[in-house]
């Protein structure tokens, strides 16, 4: 559990220091593994969505986090 409290804490240091200088703020900022897990309607392409990188805490390579409107998730969940 602590890789996943350390990555959260990465993120939330990257939207800080990169809101109104890389990207708006969002609503909604999350992990692209999180991200990638949601059910999502067929025609919503989820690698064209807006991102940014953030340096993670216990691995090399930098992570990836996507943000966004809580209505625009709203509006593309698959509810089956």
């Known amino acids: 559990m602590g890789i996943s409290f350390a ?14 200088k890389v990207h708006p703020p969002s609503e909604i900022y999350m992990d692209e593994h999180f991200y ?15 991102k940014n990188t953030y340096k993670t805490k216990m691995k090399s390579e930098y ?14 969940l698959s509810i089956h």
């Not at 999502?40 to 807006?50: A, H, I, S, V």
């Not at 992570?63 to 593309?76: A, V």
């Open 7 to 20: 990555e959260l804490l990465a993120i939330d240091e990257a939207i800080r220091s990169s809101i109104n």
């Open 36 to 50: 990638h897990s949601l059910k999502l309607k067929y025609e919503f392409d989820k690698n064209t969505k807006p």
């Open 63 to 76: 992570g990836f986090y996507y943000y966004t409107q809580c209505q625009t998730i709203l509006d593309s």
